[in-house]
């Protein structure tokens, strides 16, 4: 085996990554403080960020097909731990999770209890045995423990469903983050944020993804805590947000009767912070949490990072690492979510319209703030659209300003006053975290056209320079289609990820469990299951965003699969006990799959 000399002296390297960066940051504290322009330590920033990931892409680029699905299988648990965080710690994550906790106040933490329990999921019933397997995709997988190409070909539907749904939230995340620090349109960030992907998964594949996933996890960690840590020491003399946070808690409930008290806030459209049931009702809250659980264990771009250890044991210390990188940043999710609340109500709610903050004008530019039903453009635009309704006394009350919950992560530090550099850095972390979820998702949906489609099934003895090529080309073409579905703006950040989490749900879910924990499920058990299932939810989810059908037993369609999951294993359990039991080979097969010991069933993804 050849060895792979990053991953070797990976310690060493993004030691000094890290180092680099700090020393960065401080470089650019000491520009702001002589007078540099805002808008040039933006392209400093995102410039320099750019640069880093596509100088590590192209340094761990690779000719060799192994590198290229699956990293050579030499990535250490640790490292992996990162890269996996960084590509599940999506735009949906960095941004728009704080900012639903914002607007929905408890309700959200359906969200942080579905992603994190995924996780528990991921590592007891599927991650270490997809490893034992040693396929190179989720479909790969399919098509070897059933047999034939049906369940490889079902597979590829139900991943490029689900992960063009999720590559197209972390583009239009990136455009977001882009046009607001690069001064560029919305449609222009999004091509620019697509071309430093390319660059990372073009030339090296997984190998490239993934060191590039584990400098942007450095990067986005840093960029997530910081301002919080700040704010913490600032109202409570503690930089532990999450251990201080509770005393804002306090402050905001009491903000909130005192707002209702003086007519500031309106007792009908209020959602109280503290009080559960207020936004979700439990059974649309519970619903979304078994969801967002399951979709977490059947996201193809995941389980593909677990694939890249090199062994099972590696595979689980991997998982565990991952649990804990992502803990960090979903433990202070809360308090951003909190402080950025406190800030709002403390200076903003209640201020004359001639003196609101310069932010509220900053994105509503961008369309991303209204006060009184219009974009808040200028001073003169609030005052007219404020004038025009009825009962305004110069005043702004809560039920005037809609802010877009996509923008709160990013508006943080300027509402809350902090200097510019921390709001580059947040764009920064912003940026990492959707751009290495898209990396894996792009390459999720390349590899298995172009492995699963074209090798597998269409020329089986192609040359692994062609396999390469056909693999690079279905890259290109993906992100194209999806930058340009992107840019029409379909839905907001989160409700496009719960609708890809849907569909991964009840697509691969029932095939996987079944297939790795009951020798019995037959080919024609788990194709029937994963289409009946993934038919259903995307139907459900179609018709009721797009077709005007009533939601069944209200229940929202962000969490569609909770109709899915349950028909695709009744319908996957009775086809299977209706059609010839699988042979004795596959049987022993499935048991072998289980023991932590002993060499993959598959060797560098050949049977």
Not at 377 to 385: C, G, I, N, P, W
Not at 458 to 477: G, I, K, M, Q, T
């Amino acid at each position: 085996m050849r060895k792979d000399k990053v991953a070797s002296r990976a310690g060493q390297l993004y030691g000094t990554v890290a180092g680099l960066l700090a020393a960065f940051i401080a470089g650019l504290v000491v520009l702001e403080q002589i007078g540099v322009p805002q808008q040039i330590l933006g392209y400093l920033f995102v410039a320099a960020t750019l640069v880093l990931y596509a100088g590590i892409g192209i340094a761990s680029r690779t000719v060799h097909v192994t590198d290229y699905y699956v990293a050579g299988r030499q990535v250490p648990g640790l490292f992996n731990g990162m890269a996996t965080a960084a590509d599940w710690l999506s735009g949906a994550s960095f941004i728009g999770l704080a900012g639903t906790l914002y607007m929905l106040g408890f309700d959200g933490l359906a969200y942080l209890l579905g992603w994190t329990g995924g996780f528990v999921l991921v590592a007891v019933l599927i991650a270490p045995y997809l490893r034992k397997f040693g396929a190179f995709t989720l479909p790969d997988f399919l098509a070897a423990r059933f047999g034939g190409h049906a369940a490889r070909l079902a597979g590829v539907i139900v991943l490029f469903a689900c992960s063009f749904t999720y590559v197209v939230a972390q583009l239009y995340a990136a455009g977001l983050i882009a046009s607001r620090f690069l001064g560029i349109s919305f449609e222009a960030a999004v091509y620019v944020g697509l071309a430093t992907v390319l660059v990372c998964s073009l030339l090296g594949g997984m190998r490239s993804i993934t060191w590039t996933q584990v400098a942007q996890y450095l990067v986005l960690i840093i960029a997530f805590m910081l301002p919080v840590a700040i704010l913490s020491a600032q109202h409570f003399g503690m930089p532990l947000a999450q251990f201080a946070y509770g005393e804002a808690l306090e402050q905001i409930a009491a903000l909130e009767q005192q707002m209702l008290a003086s007519g500031l806030a309106d007792p009908d459209t209020l959602v109280r912070h503290l009080v559960p049931g207020e936004a979700l009702d439990p059974v649309n809250f519970i619903a979304l949490v078994v969801c967002l659980i399951i979709g977490t264990a059947s996201l193809p771009h995941l389980l593909m990072r677990f694939l890249t250890t090199s062994s099972v044991r590696d595979a689980r210390r991997s998982a565990g690492w991952t649990l804990v990188f992502v803990l960090l940043l979903y433990a202070t999710v809360p308090a951003y979510a909190a402080f950025a609340k406190l800030e709002i109500y403390q200076n903003v709610v209640g201020a004359s319209l001639e003196a609101l903050p310069n932010w509220i004008y900053t994105y509503g530019r961008l369309g991303l703030v209204e006060i009184c039903g219009a974009a808040a453009s200028s001073a003169d635009a609030v005052r007219e659209a404020c004038a025009a309704l009825p009962g305004n006394a110069g005043v702004l009350r809560l039920s005037d300003l809609a802010i877009d919950r996509d923008i709160i992560v990013l508006a943080l530090p300027e509402i809350a006053g902090l200097p510019y550099v921390i709001a580059g850095l947040v764009a920064a972390g912003g940026l990492a975290a959707t751009l290495s979820t898209a990396n894996g998702l792009m390459l999720a949906i390349s590899n298995a056209l172009g492995h699963d489609v074209y090798y597998r099934t269409l020329d089986s003895r192609a040359p692994a320079s062609r396999r390469l090529l056909v693999a690079r080309l279905f890259l290109l073409a993906t992100a194209a289609v999806a930058a340009i579905v992107a840019t029409s703006r379909p839905s907001d950040i989160l409700s496009m990820v719960a609708w890809a989490f849907s569909l991964a749900a009840s697509g691969f879910f029932p095939a996987l469990v079944l297939g790795i924990w009951w020798k019995r499920c037959t080919a024609a058990g788990a194709v029937c299951g994963m289409l009946a299932g993934f038919g259903l939810t995307l139907a459900y989810l179609v018709m009721t965003q797009y077709g005007g059908m009533a939601e069944w037993y209200g229940i929202r369609n962000t969490s569609a699969a909770i109709f899915g999951v349950p028909v695709g294993f009744a319908v996957a359990i009775l086809v299977s006990l209706v059609t010839p039991a699988p042979s004795r080979h596959v049987q022993a097969m499935v048991e072998e799959i289980r023991k932590p010991a002993g060499k993959p069933v598959m060797v560098d993804g050949a049977s």
